[in-house]
């Protein structure tokens, strides 16, 4: 069974990057794929970003797209979330999720993720 564990959140100013990382030990990290996902205060766990276990496809919820980039290093069993021009409305818990797929499956929906992290904060201050 894999553990994942989410690093690199934080506070920042809007307008200001972040990069967080998820780092797996129990497994190995090309067995999944992988996606990010978000909660805040009062509200649902959201869609971030995901990536398919080449790394091959991505996706990207529409209010990130274009501002944050998912990747993954199977080598180094991590994947990430560079994050630029953080808003406000950014501000969350940041949690990774891994699932077994297909070499280019992507999920955006959370049922579908076996394995999730603690998660991690991002504060975006205005």
């Known amino acids: 069974q894999v553990q994942l564990v989410e690093s690199g959140g934080g506070l920042v100013q809007a307008g200001g990057s972040l990069r967080l990382s998820c780092a797996a030990s129990g497994g190995t990290l090309s067995s999944y794929a992988m996606g990010w996902f978000r909660q805040a205060p009062g509200k649902e766990r959201e869609f971030v970003a995901a990536?398919?276990?080449?790394?091959?496809?991505?996706g990207y919820a529409d209010s990130v797209n274009g501002r944050f980039t998912i990747s993954r290093d199977n080598a180094k069993n991590s994947v990430s979330l560079q994050m630029n021009t953080l808003e406000p409305e950014d501000t969350a818990v940041y949690y990774c999720?891994?699932?077994?797929?297909?070499?280019?499956?992507?999920?955006?929906?959370?049922?579908?993720?076996?394995?999730w992290g603690q998660g991690t904060q991002v504060t975006v201050s205005s």
């Open positions: 990536i398919s276990r080449s790394g091959g496809r991505t």
């Open positions: 999720a891994a699932r077994e797929a297909s070499w280019i499956t992507i999920s955006v929906d959370g049922y579908r993720y076996d394995y």
